[in-house]
């Protein structure tokens, strides 16, 4: 099972663990999982009637809060103290990954110290990608370094079957039915000026 990358790592296991911590860091850092039904959080200035509740509006404002304590913290004890307060926010079956993190919280830190982790204002994914590369290899006895290299460096083909890929072609996928939707509405929109001319 499973190809082997140098050192004889499973590449699928850190891909697995990839995808795990992927998803915890997203749900806390963007309020939501990619791939959900929930709608994307309105954008501020869009005049959009948004379909968030003040309720909903309200815990994505306490998730984002979290990561931005959790990547804003300057000692190893302070990541820990944010993982104790992300624990408390939710279900207990999720409660594995800020525990772990809270063992990790050294790891964790020399991360955010490292000169390649991602510090611009805008790189909120490219910081949960690499924090999540990072945890993956901590989940397999490996060095942060060794698993964000593996995992960036490897190669992607055109039917690649990782969570990645997986995830972009159903990306890809959706935008195009979206798209296809909306030209059928505006096919439908002219046809119908056209009857009432
Ligand atoms: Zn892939």
């Given at each position: 099972m499973g190809r082997r990358g140098p050192h004889g790592t499973d590449i699928w296991k850190l891909l697995m663990w990839e995808q795990q911590w992927y998803r915890e860091f997203e749900r806390i850092a963007f309020g939501y999982v990619s791939g959900m039904t929930v709608p994307p959080p309105p954008i501020r200035g869009l005049k959009l009637k948004s379909p968030w509740t003040v309720k909903q509006l309200r815990v994505l404002q306490r998730r984002q809060n979290l990561w931005n304590a959790l990547i804003r913290a300057r000692t190893a004890r302070q990541v820990r103290v944010v993982c104790k307060r992300w624990g408390k926010l939710i279900p207990k079956d999720l409660a594995f990954f800020p525990q772990r993190l809270e063992e990790d919280a050294s790891d964790f830190f020399a991360m955010k110290k490292d000169k390649a982790f991602p510090r611009a204002r805008y790189s909120n994914e490219a910081r949960v990608t690499f924090l999540a590369r990072g945890m993956a290899g901590a989940m397999l006895g490996l060095r942060y370094t060794t698993s964000i290299g593996l995992l960036r460096k490897m190669k992607h083909g055109?039917?690649?079957?990782c969570w990645r890929c997986d995830r972009d072609r159903r990306e890809a996928e959706s935008e195009a039915h979206f798209q296809g939707a909306f030209l059928m509405e505006q096919e439908l929109k002219s046809l119908k000026k056209e009857k009432t001319r």
């Open positions: 055109v039917k690649c079957e």
